[in-house]
Every structure is written in structure tokens, then in C-alpha cells.
């Protein structure tokens, strides 16, 4: 594969390599967002900061960093073949692209004076000048660093076993089956996504916030890259059940509405991504008075996990082997591989590369049983629209008038029929097949039958959110309906995606790369209630770190997400 950074973006150089055949994954960095490739407007990011992952094919992907270049150069993750680099690198960076280089590996760069020429040929190029326009000299390079290289590394055998369907475990067996892996996916139920992933509904929107810490951040890039593969997929809606209709983050009172207010003012990003509506338009939406407006994601929406997942499992093909109805008990290190074994010892599945993926049920395999992970019970409420009003509805109704005066006196409370996403504490979804769905609750507890006590605080929530005398009355009327479900979370409530770390074999530790692994597993868990935008991020993070092709995210954030990060913490406490 080869791998090309270019700080000078050119639709026409894209092309050209593309044109040269074999697996290309070009990186691109620019402050602004440049404009759209050829072919590509459909998948092209908006114009927010950080790294967008494009998936043009299975043979080309295509990263653009959008930033300003010191900041970005050293988050990447790479070994590059060829440099593209405008006027704005300056002599501090050699290093870095040092750092980058592969032996052998070719630099053209246009430099302002000879100080980027001595500061390459300091760093391990061999560089020559070749003319240039006007004052700027162009600079072409060869890296021919007497330096020790990293040692190349070995290409990893494509067998794995997947363990878990819901969104986690169905969205590797996606992207890995998409890179050519033969996959076993192994489930206990006997349909996929039948756990924290079988809820009627999931919502999908991003994170804000005014310092763009790195929930935000990783948010945002989760956010879009699920939008774009979702496109791929043939779209929300379409190829799976859902609907794009926007989100409506509604502000709790009048000093969040200023918060909320301050942070779209600080990062000013597209209306696509996320703006304002003011109490008078979030009113109109919701068809009922509310008092401080929120935010509006215009492309968020909601999506039933159960549906997607059949999705992309459909797309893996033959390269996918389903063992459901099978619940994996242990796993085992033999001769190279993971046996996964189930009741009594039965043999499952075995392959080199093993990924736990089973949310909640994970802590029960012996090898993540430490993980610092816990399980929310979430009670989702479901609403039943009459059969009428399930005809009826239309976007942008809010709640059905009854007919008539005598028709008012008798008929029952209706839920709220939207044509957005509305949250606050809690969310309510448009209806789908006649159901509104409204929750979900947060409890420490394991029980996982209907309670009242969950469906009061779902429908009072609702009721603060959609003022109105029927959705109060609901909360008295509303028959007991919906659905449990756990939902995995880690501490810092970020997911763990990545290598298992060796707990028992861990001595002193003062970096992630000191913490040990067990080689061949990996992990996709603790997505709590956000497994929608994850899940496609985690398992393109994953497949970049099994086949060493460069990561889909910055290094920071990338560090975020290790699995190794709680064993440090712990180490870093008691040393």
C-alpha cells in the first residue's frame, strides 16, 4: 500500500495517484476544507476541524485533516512513501516527516528560503533544489536516513472471530470482511443486536462543547464518519429502518441555553452540523411553547441498531460465517490462535485474531474480566399511536386534536407525534410502525423487567419536554411498554477500542506502550447509549491497527480510547 501526505491538496494529484493502481491511502491536510474531490461530493465532510476519514473504495481511502499543520503533523500516524508539501512547512517540522518517512520515500516541497532544505538534509533527506515559480524554490528529496528504521512489520493472517452482533461486533465484521478477513461471528442470541443494541430506536447526533475537549472531539469525527458509511450503505432509511429528520437538543433553562449559545459562537460550524433555533422555532417544531430554544443537528436522526446490523452483516458476504444461538464462555491461546470455547468446553471457533464485542457480557471472558466496564440498565418507553393517528401522522404535527367536544371528553391521551428528535434529560423519537419511543433511564441495578417506577420517570421526562395535558396524563393512563436493555459503559464513559491488556503479567508502567497485551485480542465495548455513531469509528480504528495502515484518528485520541489506559492509570496510582 502506498501512503501519500500532501499539506498542498490537489483534486488533479489525488486523481493521479489513484489512477496509478493498487491500494493508495492518501492524507491530506489543509486549515479549511478544500474543495471536493471529483466524484466525491457525496462523501465529502463539512468544514469542522480534525480528521475525516473518506472510504472511497476498498482499494482507496482517503483522510483529510482539517487544521492548522503544526498542530496536525505530529498527531498523525503513518508511514508515508511520498510528500506533497506547500510553502507553509517550516524547518521545525522536518523531524516530524523524518519520523514519517519510509526509506526510499520521495519529497517535493516549495520552501521560502534554504533553511526547510538544511533542516531535511539535517533530519535524514537528501535533497536537491528544482527550480520553482518565482522567488519560491521547489525542493525534491530522498529519505536516506543511516538512522535505524522500524523493523517492517509482519501482515496479519485475515482469519477472525468476532464475538457479539449487536452494533459493536456487526460493524468489524463489516469493515473487516470489506478488507478481505474471513470472519466467525459468534452471538448467544439467536438474531443479531438482541442486547443494548435491540432497542426500537437509537439516536444519533454529536457531542458540543465550547473548549472541544476530546468527548466532543471524538464525537464529531465518529458522528460523520457514521454518516458517510451509512451513505455508502445506501443510506438511513433506505438501506436500513430510520430517518435523517434532525435532532433537537433542547437547553435545560436559561443559562444553558447560554452555554449551548456560546459554544456554536466559539467554533462557528456549518448549519448542517449543529445551529441555533431559538425558543420561537423550537417551539414551532415541537408544536408546543418552550421556553429557551437548543441546539438543532439538521443530518442527526434515528436509526433501529437491529436493522443496521442486519444490514452490514448482509454486506459482508461470503467472507462471513454466523454461529449464533452459541454463547462463547472462555478463550484460549493454542498454537497461534483463539479457541473459543462454549458449554462444557465445546470448541466454537478458532482464529489468530480474536475481538470481544459483547458489550455487557464481556466482563464474563477471563481475559476481560479486570476492565474497569459496568452495566446501566436502560428502560426505554414505548407509546402506541391509535391506528388512526399511526395513518395520520404527519411531520410536524404535534399533538392530534380530538374531533369533537364529546370525542374530548372521552378519548384517551395520545403521545406526542414529531417530526425531529427531541431530547433534554430524556429523548422522544418520531413514531415508527405506530410506536413513539421516550427515555431511557440510567439505573445501577440489574433487573431487567418493566418497571413502573422506569416508565414514571420516562413520561414525566417527557412531559417537561413536550408541555401539554395529554403527554402529562400519560404518565397516569400509559399502559406498562417498552423495553430493558443494559448498556456497557467505562468510567470516563469513552469506548475501549483496541489490543487487551495483560492485567497478571503488568509490572511497572509509565507509558500505554508499556502496558502488555495478549497478543491477537482485541476489544470494541463500553459504547454506553451512543453505539450508533461509535460503532463504525471503533471498527475502522481497529482494522487500521490490525493491518498497520495509518489510524482514522489523531494520536491523542487515539490514546484515549485504549483498552490499556485504566492499567496505567492504576499503575501510575500506586508507583
Known amino acids: 500500500m502506498r501512503v501519500v501526505l500532501d499539506t498542498d491538496w490537489s483534486g488533479e494529484r489525488f486523481a493521479a495517484a489513484r489512477a496509478q493502481g493498487g491500494r493508495l491511502h492518501y492524507i491530506a491536510v489543509a486549515p479549511v476544507l478544500p474543495p471536493p474531490a471529483d466524484g466525491l461530493r457525496a462523501l465529502w465532510p463539512l468544514n469542522v476541524p480534525g480528521f475525516h476519514r473518506v472510504i472511497v473504495d476498498d482499494g482507496v481511502t482517503l483522510d483529510l485533516l482539517v487544521g492548522a499543520l503544526d498542530a496536525m503533523l505530529p498527531q498523525i500516524s503513518a508511514r508515508v512513501h511520498a510528500f506533497h508539501l506547500d510553502a507553509s512547512v ?15 520515500a520521495l519529497l517535493h516541497a516549495r520552501a521560502p528560503d534554504e533553511a526547510l532544505v538544511w533542516a531535511l538534509t539535517a533530519a535524514g533527506f537528501a535533497c536537491r533544489i528544482a527550480g520553482g515559480a518565482g522567488d519560491v524554490p521547489d525542493i525534491d528529496a530522498v529519505y536516506r536516513s543511516r538512522r535505524p528504521q522500524p523493523a517492517d512489520v509482519a501482515q496479519p493472517v485475515r482469519r477472525a472471530v468476532v464475538i457479539g452482533a449487536g452494533l459493536a461486533g456487526a460493524s468489524a465484521a463489516h469493515r473487516l470482511c470489506a478488507r478481505g478477513w474471513q470472519v466467525t461471528l459468534v452471538e448467544r442470541h439467536a438474531q443479531p443486536a438482541q442486547e443494548a443494541s435491540g432497542n426500537l430506536a437509537g439516536i444519533f447526533m454529536p457531542l458540543l462543547s465550547k473548549d472541544d475537549n476530546i468527548p466532543t472531539r471524538l464525537s464529531r469525527a465518529a458522528y460523520l464518519f457514521a454518516l458517510r458509511e451509512w451513505r455508502r450503505l445506501g443510506g438511513v432509511g433506505r438501506a436500513f429502518e430510520g430517518a435523517d429528520c434532525g ?295 481497529l482494522v487500521s491497527q490490525l493491518e498497520h495502515t495509518p489510524p482514522p484518528l489523531e494520536t491523542q485520541l487515539i490514546d484515549a480510547l485504549d483498552p490499556g489506559r485504566f492499567l496505567l492509570k492504576q499503575r501510575r496510582r500506586s508507583q
Open 247 to 541: 435532532v433537537l437538543q433542547l437547553a435545560r433553562d436559561e443559562r444553558h441555553a447560554i452555554v449551548q449559545q456560546e459554544a456554536l459562537a466559539t467554533w462557528n460550524y456549518p448549519q448542517e452540523y449543529a445551529r441555533w433555533a431559538d425558543a420561537q422555532e423550537a417551539s414551532a417544531l415541537i408544536g408546543a411553547a418552550t421556553p429557551h430554544g437548543g441546539w438543532l443537528f439538521e443530518q442527526g436522526g434515528w436509526a433501529r441498531p437491529s436493522s443496521l446490523c442486519e444490514a452490514m452483516l448482509n454486506a459482508c458476504g461470503d467472507r462471513l460465517q454466523r454461529v449464533f444461538s452459541t454463547a462463547a464462555l472462555s478463550l484460549q491461546r493454542v498454537d497461534g490462535e483463539w479457541q473459543v470455547r462454549g458449554v462444557d468446553g465445546t470448541l466454537i471457533a478458532q482464529a489468530p485474531t480474536a475481538i470481544l464485542a459483547s458489550g455487557a457480557q464481556a466482563g464474563q471472558i477471563e481475559q476481560a474480566a479486570e476492565l474497569p466496564l459496568f452495566k446501566l440498565r436502560g428502560q426505554v418507553t414505548h407509546l402506541a399511536l391509535a391506528p388512526s393517528a399511526a395513518m395520520d401522522a404527519q411531520p410536524g404535527a404535534a399533538l392530534r386534536p380530538a374531533t369533537s367536544p364529546a370525542d374530548a371528553m372521552t378519548a384517551a391521551p395520545r403521545p406526542p407525534v414529531l417530526p425531529l428528535v427531541v431530547c433534554r434529560e430524556a429523548y422522544v423519537t418520531p413514531p415508527s410502525n405506530g410506536i413513539v419511543c421516550a427515555g431511557a433511564t440510567y439505573d445501577n441495578d440489574d433487573d431487567p423487567a418493566l418497571r413502573a417506577s422506569s416508565q414514571l420517570e420516562n413520561l414525566t421526562r417527557l412531559a417537561e419536554i413536550i408541555p401539554g395535558a395529554d403527554v402529562a396524563a400519560l404518565a397516569q393512563t400509559a399502559p406498562l411498554a417498552g423495553r430493558v436493555g443494559f448498556r456497557c459503559a467505562a468510567p470516563d464513559r469513552l469506548p475501549l477500542a483496541g489490543a487487551l491488556p495483560d492485567y497478571p503479567n503488568a509490572g511497572r508502567l509509565e507509558f500505554l506502550s508499556d502496558v502488555p497485551r495478549h497478543e491477537g485480542l482485541h476489544c470494541l465495548l463500553g459504547y454506553a447509549s451512543r453505539g450508533l455513531i461509535w460503532a463504525p469509528l471503533m471498527a475502522e480504528l
Open 90 to 104: 517550516t524547518p521545525p517540522m522536518a523531524r516530524t516527516l523524518a519520523k514519517l518517512a519510509v526509506q526510499g
